[in-house]
């Protein structure tokens, strides 16, 4: 190495003095020094904290409720409870759902989102936060004692208050307030209590809407089922899907290249799109004429029924809304006072993975906001002008409070991240519930292991079963040459969560079964038995047939005495006829070799005495 200079051992010393001024000490008040872990200069410095939190572990929930309450805590043991696991891990049955939805029923009105407190243009910036962390602890700690004392199980609702800040400032600027659910399970993503508060903060006078997305994995009678639905809550509602907007719009940038490239070809396809547009508007010809005829019945209907105030304006449409009809409708859908007389501001609001993104992305044509299934990905509310009349504001994706059955269940609505799921047991489980055997077995070219003899012939197949076929199918194997069920289980699920396994909730009026049915089988039926024995082999684990265990029992002779007490006799053995015999390969074998030493003389002349007999 050189010569250190003066100025090279000054160097370090230099750069602390060009960022904190001539000395790198601080103090405090009381003239005391400042240690360098309070020094509040570090990257996160002056930054809102916008990570999501949803989902916390114990000592987390303690540390962040004490930070909020400004208190300390003591940390108490708690109690663990060991489960023995079971085939059907992770599910109810069905006695405890049916009384687990009656408590959800009962206490559905507690189920609240956080309100920002009564504030005015002479509130302090300290005043208020102070006031909006104390809400929000009473808030959380509601929530918890509801969960504790009703033992009830709920969404990992988001923890975070600065997400709940973007939500309030969202609320208050927009004119209509647009809940983003998914299709396949419209109930567990829309708030209620959402709704109650908008109607809160502008004493009735700003809109709700639900918008049901991913709806093109619906039929039109399940679509017709929901606008029905939502006509009874009183609550409009359209039908979109921005999945077959964005295939629509690449299509299109294709054909316009092509057109470019060969004016004859993009001639054809004109004439094939117009045709396609003239079946298009048949189809509505005929949905109106249901509609009309519907409009006749549904009065007799209504009559049976309790009164709810109706919405002005058209009843809910069952029809799937393309780019252009859902611009036109959020234009033309609110008629009362605006924030701005130039404009309609329309707020998004939506959990995670519902597609909120990317309904912003369809209707602007182009990506303006980042996707992604996490939450916290977008860390603030934005705004978009969508059209000259239209501003688009968007807000953070929520995981808003909700009753749920299980853990498994927020997992295959894609509300908790897949990658990050420590079992998939339950989950896999309630999958095979849903989607039946020959479902599963055409998706994906398996052949599932049947019932054991002395089961349910019918029974929906359990995690393990399923995911060792899917898994040998695959080659997803571990080290010990076995499938790998924990990865196997990732993509299986995300396969649900994708729309590829479809299953889909009706609304509570309409019975499960008719409202959501299956194809038949496509392929042919394979037996196990037709299967590779290796393939037989791995389909189960730690499972026999009644046959290879009754082969097991009988083929094996006794080699040994029983009588009562002792049954090990190295000095005897059977005989063909039954007696019992010596054995001189006991004796020669010194079964005094593994006792105490003071023992082993007496044993030796006891043995030499049963020898010389």
């Known amino acids: 190495m050189g010569k250190k200079t003066k100025g090279g051992s000054n160097l ?9 001024g001539h000395t790198a000490r601080r103090k405090v008040d009381n003239d005391t020094m400042l240690h360098t872990t309070e020094l509040q200069d570090g990257y996160d410095w002056g930054r809102l904290n916008l990570s999501s939190v949803t989902e916390e572990s114990s000592f987390n929930a303690f540390l962040r409720t004490a930070e909020l309450a400004g208190t300390e ?22 006695t405890q759902e049916q009384h687990m939805h009656q408590k959800h029923a009962e206490h559905i009105d507690q189920l609240k989102i956080p309100r920002r407190p009564k504030w005015t243009k002479e509130t302090s910036a300290e005043d208020l936060e102070r006031a909006e962390n104390e809400a929000f602890l009473n808030w959380r700690r509601d929530l918890a004692l509801l969960q504790e004392n009703e033992e009830i199980l709920m ?35 829309r708030s209620v209590d959402l709704e109650r508060y908008v109607s809160e903060v502008s004493d009735g006078q700003k809109l709700n809407m639900i918008l049901v997305n991913k709806s093109d994995l619906l039929t039109l009678e399940q679509r017709q089922h929901w ?37 004859s070809t993009a001639l054809e396809l004109k004439e094939l799109r117009q045709a396609a547009e003239d079946i ?23 009559s049976q029924q309790v009164k709810l105030p ?3 304006g058209d009843r809910n449409s069952a029809h799937l809304l393309s780019r252009l009809e859902l611009i036109d409708f959020l234009r033309h859908i609110y008629t009362g006072p605006r924030n701005s007389s130039q404009h309609v501001t ?24 980042s996707v992604s299934a996490t939450p916290g990905k977008t860390k603030r509310f934005q705004t978009l002008f969508l059209e000259n009349d239209i501003l688009l504001c968007d807000c953070p994706g929520l995981v808003m409070p909700s009753f749920v059955l299980t853990k498994a269940d927020m997992l295959l609505n894609g509300i908790l991240p897949i990658d990050q799921m420590r079992d998939h047991v339950p989950a896999v489980n309630l999958l095979c519930e849903r989607i039946p055997r020959h479902i599963l077995e055409d998706k994906y070219g398996i052949v599932i292991a049947k019932p054991l003899e002395g089961e349910d012939p019918d029974r929906p197949p359990f995690s393990e079963e399923l995911l060792l076929a899917y898994g040998y199918n695959r080659g997803f194997m571990t080290s010990n040459g076995q499938p790998d069920q924990a990865r196997s289980a990732r993509y299986v699920l995300k396969d649900y969560v994708n729309g590829k396994l479809l299953f889909a909730l009706g609304p509570p009026s309409v019975d499960q079964s008719e409202y959501h049915t299956f194809p038949e089988r496509q392929r042919k039926v394979i037996e196990e038995s037709q299967l590779p024995s290796q393939q037989q082999r791995a389909m189960r684990i730690d499972k026999s047939s009644s046959k290879e265990l009754d082969n097991q029992f009988f083929t094996d002779k006794p080699s040994t005495a029983h009588v009562k007490g002792r049954t090990n006799f190295p000095h005897v053995r059977l005989a063909n006829d039954g007696t019992l015999v010596a054995n001189d390969a006991g004796a020669a074998a010194k079964p005094w070799r593994n006792v105490k030493k003071e023992r082993r003389e007496k044993l030796r002349k006891k043995f030499s005495h049963l020898d010389e007999h």
């Open 280 to 302: 298009q508007h048949s189809l509505d010809a005929v949905e109106h004429t249901l509609d009309a005829i519907e409009s006749k019945i549904q009065p007799k209907k209504e």
């Open 12 to 20: 370090g010393r230099q750069l602390i003095k060009d960022r904190f």
């Open 155 to 189: 969404t990992p609702y988001e923890k975070n208050l600065e997400f709940w800040r973007q939500l309030w400032r969202v609320v208050e600027r927009s004119d209509v307030v647009v809940q983003i659910v998914d299709a396949r399970n419209p109930l567990l993503f």
């Open 310 to 312: 109706r919405l002005p």
């Open 73 to 94: 805590f003591q940390a108490e043991k708690l109690n663990i409870t060991f489960v023995n696991p079971k085939q059907r891990v992770g599910l109810l049955s069905k």
């Open 346 to 369: 329309i707020g998004m609001v939506g959990y995670p993975n519902v597609g909120k993104s990317s309904t912003i992305n369809s209707l602007m044509t182009m990506k303006k906001v």
């Open 227 to 263: 606008a029905q639905y939502f006509d009874g809550e009183g609550i409009r509602t359209a039908f979109y899907s921005a999945t077959l907007v964005e295939e629509e719009l690449k299509r299109e940038a294709e054909a316009a290249k092509l057109a470019a490239e060969s004016p």
